[in-house]
Each structure stands twice: as structure tokens, then as C-alpha cells.
């Protein structure tokens, strides 16, 4: 296949991938519904497509190029820190660090609290149901999930999914400050109250359910508290909430809010 083609191909493939993600939260978000069969939904959704890129982007500016490098460079170094880390108890029960991953010079990242069981298990911050949905929210937005950092405070999983303790958060901190540094995004989005709890003091009557929505600051960082993807699973109806939030940040970015189709 010529390289050309290749390339239709794959961004093809990533339209539709695209498109059924976005398609799909816009449904279960109730902001809309569409004629659409769930064979359709079920023939556009193609895991395969949703994570990964087959083709690369066109090759950067040199001077972009050397920056993306050293990034990426860095993060590296970071992942080999939290890799090596035995600062706190975590370290015990954890069978992958789950750093984080995703664009070394992205727009917005995303921080939750801690890895989940399949997080742990893949190395790879928010790769179960719940990353499946944020991916879902991404999409939503008018971003792929390589678009954008994923992560979370504390990089070891806590045992039984428990929230980790203040102090492993406080432990931890450093290595998610050390990735801003070098990630420098315009927003940070915090996912649920473990996450705001570990970026963020609050007074004892604020939590995620009052303080979402608002900006806060972190690191020098504007964060749009939100509720966390398992929060959604749980409760559907918080999508809404979620979605109102995530425009906010797109009007922080001065990005397009992607159209609303009305029931
Ligand atoms: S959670 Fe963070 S501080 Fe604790 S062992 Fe893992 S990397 Fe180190």
C-alpha cells in the first residue's frame, strides 16, 4: 500500500474512533440522543482504534522536535524515580508504578488519585472502565487520548483500591510536580475528590461536590475540579456535570465547544 494511503487509512480510523466516543458519551451524558442503531455504535466503537495511533503525526519543526525529545527525556527520567520509589508503603503491595503517560507538552492533564487494579497490572494510568470513559470524555472534547497527559497523585496503587492516606499523597506530590514542570500544561483537570484532595487545601466544608466546576490553582497551574470516571459509572447522572466542567476547560483553552445535538 502506498504511504499515502496508508495515511487516509489511519486517519480514518481515527475519525471513527473518534466520532463513536464521542457519540457515545454525548448519549449516556443525556445532553442528546441519536438515530443511531446500537449496531452502528457497536461497529464504530473498535477498541483497537480508540488508543492508539497506527500512522505518526507529520514530523515536527526541528526546533519542536528537540523540544518534545527533552521532554520526553525527562518524563522518562521521572518514571525511572517513581519506578525505583520505596518511599511510602505502597510500594509494597504495587506490581507496575503507573507514572502516567501521554503527550511530553499537552494542553490539559489529567490527575486522579490513585491507580486502579488494572492500572496496576498494565502500568498504565487509567487503562480499565474507568480510562475507557475518560477517553469517552476526551473525545468529547475534540481531543485523542494522546492528546492530552494522564495521571495521577500517588503512582503506586493503593491496596483494595482504597484512597491513599494524606501523607503517601504529600510523599508522592513531588514526583507529579516534577512532571508539570517539565509538561507545562495550560490546565490540569483534577478527577474526584481524592485527586482535588491530594492538589488542593480546602476548607473542611469544601469538596469535590461544592468546588467543582470553580477554578483553582495548583503549582501555578489553573485545575477544573471534576467528578472521577468511576464516580460516572456509578452514578450516570453526574455526566452532566462532568460535561459542564469540560467546557469550561475548552473555554480556558479558547478552544471550540463541540455542538450539542437536543433530544
Ligand atoms: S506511591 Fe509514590 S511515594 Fe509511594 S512508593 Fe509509590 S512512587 Fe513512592
Same mark, same amino acid.
Given at each position: 500500500?502506498?504511504?499515502?494511503?496508508?495515511?487516509?487509512?489511519?486517519?480514518?480510523?481515527?475519525?471513527l474512533a473518534?466520532?463513536?466516543? /464521542?457519540?457515545? /458519551?454525548? &448519549?449516556?451524558?443525556?445532553?442528546?440522543?441519536?438515530?443511531?442503531?446500537?449496531?452502528v455504535l457497536t461497529a464504530l466503537s473498535r477498541p483497537e482504534n480508540a488508543f492508539e495511533r497506527t500512522v505518526p503525526d507529520a514530523?515536527?519543526?526541528?526546533?519542536?522536535?528537540?523540544?518534545?525529545?527533552?521532554?520526553?527525556?525527562?518524563?522518562?527520567? #521521572?518514571?525511572?524515580e517513581v519506578a525505583a520509589c520505596t518511599q511510602c508503603p505502597l510500594?509494597?503491595?504495587?506490581?507496575?508504578?503507573?507514572?502516567?503517560?501521554?503527550?511530553?507538552?499537552?494542553e490539559i492533564v489529567f490527575v486522579g488519585g490513585g491507580p486502579l487494579a488494572d492500572?496496576?497490572?498494565?502500568?498504565?494510568?487509567?487503562?480499565?472502565?474507568?480510562?475507557?470513559?475518560?477517553?469517552?470524555?476526551?473525545?468529547a472534547m475534540g481531543f485523542a487520548r494522546e492528546d492530552v497527559f494522564i495521571c495521577n497523585v500517588v503512582k503506586c496503587r493503593p491496596p483494595e483500591n482504597r484512597a491513599p492516606a494524606p501523607q503517601e499523597m504529600s510523599l508522592c506530590l513531588?514526583?507529579?510536580?516534577?512532571?508539570?514542570? &517539565?509538561?507545562?500544561?495550560?490546565? #490540569?483537570?483534577?478527577?474526584?475528590?481524592?485527586?482535588?484532595n491530594g492538589l488542593v487545601v480546602l476548607?473542611?466544608?469544601?469538596? #469535590?461536590?461544592?468546588?467543582?466546576?470553580?477554578?483553582?490553582?495548583?503549582?501555578?497551574?489553573? &485545575?477544573?475540579?471534576?467528578?472521577?470516571?468511576?464516580?460516572?459509572? #456509578?452514578?450516570?447522572?453526574m455526566k452532566k456535570y462532568v460535561w459542564e466542567d469540560l467546557k469550561s476547560v475548552l473555554r480556558k483553552l479558547g478552544r471550540p465547544i463541540p455542538p450539542v445535538r437536543k433530544a
Amino acid at each position: 500500500m502506498a504511504e499515502s494511503e496508508s495515511k487516509v487509512t489511519a486517519s480514518l480510523d481515527e475519525v471513527l474512533a473518534d466520532l463513536s466516543a /464521542y457519540i457515545e /458519551y454525548q &448519549v449516556e451524558e443525556e445532553v442528546g440522543t441519536e438515530p443511531i442503531s446500537p449496531e452502528v455504535l457497536t461497529a464504530l466503537s473498535r477498541p483497537e482504534n480508540a488508543f492508539e495511533r497506527t500512522v505518526p503525526d507529520a514530523p515536527l519543526e526541528s526546533a519542536a522536535v528537540d523540544s518534545v525529545t527533552e521532554r520526553t527525556a525527562q518524563l522518562a527520567a #521521572i518514571a525511572r524515580e517513581v519506578a525505583a520509589c520505596t518511599q511510602c508503603p505502597l510500594h509494597r503491595s504495587r506490581s507496575k508504578t503507573v507514572p502516567g503517560q501521554g503527550n511530553p507538552h499537552p494542553e490539559i492533564v489529567f490527575v486522579g488519585g490513585g491507580p486502579l487494579a488494572d492500572d496496576d497490572e498494565s502500568g498504565v494510568a487509567f487503562s480499565g472502565r474507568a480510562g475507557l470513559l475518560l477517553t469517552r470524555m476526551i473525545a468529547a472534547m475534540g481531543f485523542a487520548r494522546e492528546d492530552v497527559f494522564i495521571c495521577n497523585v500517588v503512582k503506586c496503587r493503593p491496596p483494595e483500591n482504597r484512597a491513599p492516606a494524606p501523607q503517601e499523597m504529600s510523599l508522592c506530590l513531588p514526583f507529579l510536580k516534577q512532571q508539570l514542570n &517539565v509538561l507545562a500544561p495550560k490546565a #490540569i483537570v483534577a478527577l474526584g475528590a481524592t485527586a482535588l484532595n491530594g492538589l488542593v487545601v480546602l476548607p473542611e466544608d469544601q469538596g #469535590i461536590t461544592k468546588v467543582r466546576g470553580s477554578w483553582l490553582r495548583f503549582e501555578g497551574v489553573d &485545575v477544573m475540579p471534576t467528578f472521577h470516571p468511576d464516580d460516572l459509572l #456509578i452514578n450516570a447522572k453526574m455526566k452532566k456535570y462532568v460535561w459542564e466542567d469540560l467546557k469550561s476547560v475548552l473555554r480556558k483553552l479558547g478552544r471550540p465547544i463541540p455542538p450539542v445535538r437536543k433530544a
